[in-house]
């Protein structure tokens, strides 16, 4: 079975610091891994997805998350944080393409001025 | 183009009694999942549907709920009789044929049930 913990429920960053959102997962065959964000009153939106070509995967709104394979981990960072990346952020893995997600608990994200 | 839309954003209900909730996917998206969040707790899948057949309804609860998509269009989540522990945000999902790896989502349905 697959399972994903997200480090954090609440992660408090002031604006133009690093934003960094840890997700560790498990999957018994290479997993595909998402981030998704929810932004309040939205439905959760795709921010970069892991499908086995480059490790290192960049997403929109200057996101990007690296995969560890040794350590099974899909950590999200952004250099600098903006006031508009209030929001909730999750982690996902799926077997494959098509197939279910298996979701993290969620992170929310507060920036402060 | 119209994204993900689900009806109604809010419900509250009493225990015992029906809901059912609809979902309208992109147009000429052939796979629908529902999926539940239930509060403090993670987003769980409850099932997918390509077309109007359900492929995978692993993660229904119970024989409570009902999913259908008459036609391979819009899809309804029904929930007979709802007790407490079914509210939660039911968030719809989308996605067309060979491109499954990333679903388009509804801002979903708050339910609760008193």
Known sequence: AQSVTQLGSHVSVSEGALVLLRCNYSSSVPPYLFWYVQYPNQGLQLLLK????????????????EFKKSETSFHLTKPSA???DAAEYFCAVSKAAGNKLTFGGGTRVLVKP | EAGVTQFPSH????????VTLRCDPISGHDNLYWYRRVMGKEIKFLLHFVKESKQDESGMPNNRFLAERTGGTYSTLKVQ???LEDSGVYFCASSPTG???KLFFGSGTQLSVL
Do not use: R, W
Not at chain 1, 56 to 61: E, F, P, S, Y
């Open chain 2, 99 to 101: 491109k499954g790896e």
């Open chain 2, 81 to 83: 009789p709802a007790e």
């Open chain 1, 82 to 84: 903006h006031m508009s």
């Open chain 1, 50 to 65: 892991y499908t086995s070509a480059a490790t290192l995967v960049k997403g929109i709104n200057g996101f990007e998350a």
């Open chain 2, 11 to 18: 419900s509250v209900i009493e225990k015992g009694q029906t």
